[in-house]
């Protein structure tokens, strides 16, 4: 933790909880926005299905590898300018994407976008730590918990109003727009908490030595699979939604928001309990909590589908309450991954990060333009 940690912001705390939470949102949120056009983008500038799907790809390619250096570059050079520069190359790669009149060149600023995209959602835990003790960089990393799971929500419904009224060259226009906002309001608010003495010489050797230092820490890669692995698989539903919606469930795409609004709801009420609870239990026995409600729903699940047919009033809970049990561990088990290495908590939280994932191409822009 910075020990200048209490003159750098003097502000509520939750107010710097949404500042980061926005940057955490950009990721997910510029994946998200633009899948309602994806028929409409490929028939205006002639590409395929196949095509379309190289500017997922692409955005999710960069977002990965970049994912493993922004963090590591945070530490010796500071967390500002690489949120700084991250939304600056966002916003110019969404300015490209805007003005593309070729399937190629929308690949090119999607990746590049996907590359810029990722800066935030990583410094931003970083800079938790820097600012906050472990009890109350628990209840920020709840808070940030909570504005984060707004954004797959609103993202498709966003992008979906966009493209119907001002079609698909909008949404990126608003994606600039967002990234312009966020650089602007970082460059005014958002203090250095990286303090001078903390920070690592900026060389490939020593940088491929912190990256082995994680490597062969297992309890940091126990930390990291006990947050990766349960994201994964709650979100394994996220990528199967049409089929498991409209297939086994029988539910029209109006309907579809159900779903979402359960699991984001699970996410934001684990979340907040997480918060809640900072201080007054151990953090192994909030650990312990999360993953019990995880297997016990679990369990549940597989036996419901084995003796009945599917059904939506019974399908989507256990997902939920899964997701509940998912937020209510991720903020410790995050906490405990960057506090595995204090001298590099940039790079612990490149290692932290998930893998968003996609939603289904084929199917879903259909679905979500019928709204």
């Not at 205006?44 to 190289?54: D, E, F, K, L, N």
Request: aromatic letters at 12%.
């Amino acid at each position: 933790m910075n020990l200048d940690a209490h003159l750098l912001w003097r502000g509520p705390r939750w107010t710097l909880a949404l500042l980061l939470a926005c940057l955490g949102m950009l990721g997910p949120f510029s994946i998200d926005t633009y899948l309602p056009a994806f028929s409409g983008i490929a028939t205006s500038i002639g590409a395929t299905p196949v095509q379309m799907q190289q500017t997922l790809s692409s955005y999710l390619l960069g977002f990965a590898v970049m994912n493993l250096f922004h963090g590591a570059l945070s530490d010796s050079l500071g967390r500002r300018p690489l949120v700084l520069g991250g939304m600056a190359l966002f916003t110019l790669a969404s300015v490209g994407c805007a003005m593309s009149d070729s399937i190629g060149a929308l690949v090119l600023f999607r990746a590049l976008q996907g590359m810029s995209a990722g800066a935030g959602m990583v410094v931003s835990r970083a800079i938790i730590r820097d600012m906050f003790p472990p009890v109350d960089a628990q209840r920020v990393m709840s808070q940030v918990t909570i504005f984060f799971g707004v954004a797959p929500a609103v993202a498709p419904m966003v992008g979906g109003l966009l493209f119907v009224h001002a079609g698909w060259h909008a949404i990126f226009w608003f994606l600039a727009g967002v990234g312009a906002v966020l650089w602007i309001v970082n460059w005014q608010l958002l203090p250095e908490t990286l303090h001078l003495a903390a920070r690592q010489p900026f060389n490939v050797r020593n940088l491929m030595r912190g990256y082995w230092q994680l490597a062969r820490n297992p309890r940091f890669l126990a930390l990291v699979l006990a947050s990766g692995v349960p994201f994964n698989g709650m979100f394994l539903y996220v990528l199967a939604v049409p089929v498991f919606l409209g297939d086994h469930l029988q539910l029209l795409p109006t309907q579809f928001f159900w779903f979402f609004m359960l699991t984001i709801s699970g996410i934001m009420g684990g979340a907040w309990l997480s918060g809640r609870l900072a201080g007054r239990i151990e953090p192994r026995h909030q650990i312990r909590h999360g993953f019990v409600i995880m297997l016990a729903v679990s369990v549940a699940n597989v036996a419901l589908n084995v003796l009945f047919e599917p059904h939506w009033a019974w399908a989507m809970l256990p997902i939920a309450v899964f997701s509940f049990g998912w937020a209510l561990m991720v903020p410790v088990v995050t906490l405990l991954a960057l506090d595995q290495v204090p001298e590099r908590r940039g790079m612990a939280s490149s290692r932290c990060s998930p893998s968003w994932p996609a939603w289904p191409t084929p199917r879903w822009p259909a679905c979500w333009c019928r709204w």
